[in-house]
């Protein structure tokens, strides 16, 4: 990065690509090119949206935090506007997900006791609360396949959730057909493969009724600490659109957490809700418990 910057001094993805792996502090010199070229004003915006988020990392390393947050703010509503998101869409989306929910549980396919080579495990919740961490954990056991985040779920689920295949046993059950069939690419021979795609904790109701063999585990951190972790990264993924607006977030938040309390209802300890923050500060204990709930030894 620092030599695609010697090439050409203003290439914005370079810096803000060198933003995601360093720490800064006051005297690195890219900060005063990246503050010269910013405030040049003539930018193109997606330009511009590249360099408000590596500023916002810079003076948020170096903690001028109003300054970080300016910058953070700039960023977030060009990379909003680009991707034209309202929050309407995702509500729309999660009363569509309460509504199939019955129809999908009226639809529950018999699902054989034919012997399952690859049995899923889904590490799902809010984007950037601790999904990542806990794959890595279980992931070292020798009898799992660590796959990371899988569009499976998404790809077959979705049309289902939004009516655009009709529920019925025989589509769910090519629900369930689909996803395996892709998992078991993914296992490197062992029984039980990670799906740490976070959005998951929407297709709860879809998976436990045509998965029921697969483990569910749902990482809750702290609302203030995952809301502004996602404020503070230009995601690639179009799909967390509403990780633009500190107000998209809180109401997304909500609807989140309004979906697990009904996921809670239907299915109780089915699922097993993981504290990041407890993870972390008592990490084998909690992983011993993990491994239990997910039956390895």
Same mark, same amino acid.
């Given at each position: 990065?620092? *030599?695609?910057?010697?090439?050409?001094?203003?290439?914005?993805?370079?810096?803000?690509?060198?933003?995601?792996?360093?720490?800064?502090?006051?005297?690195?010199?890219?900060?005063?090119?990246?503050?010269?070229?910013?405030?040049?004003?003539?930018?193109?915006?997606?330009?511009?949206?590249?360099?408000?988020?590596?500023?916002?990392?810079?003076?948020?390393?170096? !903690?001028?935090?109003?300054?970080?947050?300016?910058?953070?703010?700039? !960023?977030?509503?060009?990379?909003?506007?680009?991707?034209?998101?309202?929050?309407?869409?995702?509500?729309?989306?999660?009363?569509?997900?309460?509504?199939?929910?019955? /129809?999908?549980?009226?639809?529950?396919?018999?699902?054989? %006791?034919?012997?399952?080579?690859?049995?899923?495990?889904?590490?799902? +919740?809010?984007?950037?609360? +601790?999904?990542?961490?806990?794959?890595?954990?279980?992931?070292?056991?020798? *009898?799992?396949?660590?796959?990371?985040?899988?569009?499976?779920?998404?790809?077959?689920?979705?049309?289902?959730?939004? +009516?655009?295949? *009709?529920?019925?046993?025989?589509?769910?059950?090519?629900?369930?057909?689909?996803?395996?069939?892709?998992?078991? *690419?993914?296992? %490197? +021979?062992?029984?039980?493969?990670?799906?740490?795609?976070?959005? %998951?904790?929407?297709?709860?109701?879809?998976?436990?009724n045509t998965l029921p063999e697969a483990k569910i585990i749902h990482v809750r951190r702290a609302p203030a600490a995952v809301c502004w972790s996602n404020f503070k990264?230009?995601?690639?993924?179009?799909? /967390?659109?509403?990780?633009?607006?500190?107000?998209?977030?809180?109401?997304?938040?909500? /609807?989140?957490?309004?979906?697990?309390?009904?996921?809670?209802?239907?299915? !109780?300890?089915?699922?097993?809700? /993981?504290?990041?923050e407890k993870l972390t500060e008592n990490q084998e204990e909690e992983t011993r418990k993990l491994i239990e709930y997910i039956d390895l030894p």
């Amino acid at each position: 990065y620092k *030599k695609a910057i010697e090439i050409n001094p203003n290439f914005a993805e370079a810096y803000g690509n060198i933003s995601k792996i360093k720490k800064f502090e006051h005297a690195d010199i890219q900060i005063d090119q990246m503050e010269k070229i910013y405030s040049t004003g003539n930018l193109k915006e997606k330009t511009a949206c590249v360099l408000a988020f590596a500023l916002g990392k810079v003076y948020g390393d170096i !903690g001028d935090n109003e300054k970080a947050f300016t910058f953070l703010k700039e !960023g977030n509503a060009l990379r909003k506007k680009f991707l034209n998101y309202n929050i309407s869409e995702d509500q729309i989306l999660f009363s569509q997900i309460k509504t199939s929910y019955e /129809l999908i549980s009226g639809s529950q396919p018999k699902i054989a %006791n034919e012997e399952v080579m690859t049995t899923p495990i889904f590490i799902l +919740g809010m984007p950037r609360s +601790g999904t990542t961490l806990v794959e890595q954990i279980i992931s070292c056991h020798s *009898k799992v396949s660590g796959a990371g985040e899988l569009e499976f779920s998404s790809q077959y689920g979705l049309p289902l959730i939004r +009516g655009h295949i *009709k529920i019925s046993k025989e589509s769910l059950k090519s629900f369930r057909s689909q996803y395996l069939d892709n998992l078991k *690419k993914l296992s %490197n +021979g062992k029984p039980f493969v990670t799906d740490k795609m976070p959005s %998951n904790f929407r297709y709860i109701g879809l998976i436990r009724n045509t998965l029921p063999e697969a483990k569910i585990i749902h990482v809750r951190r702290a609302p203030a600490a995952v809301c502004w972790s996602n404020f503070k990264l230009n995601f690639v993924s179009r799909g /967390l659109a509403f990780t633009y607006d500190l107000k998209d977030l809180v109401e997304y938040y909500g /609807l989140y957490k309004n979906l697990m309390n009904f996921w809670k209802e239907q299915y !109780g300890d089915y699922i097993y809700h /993981l504290d990041y923050e407890k993870l972390t500060e008592n990490q084998e204990e909690e992983t011993r418990k993990l491994i239990e709930y997910i039956d390895l030894p």
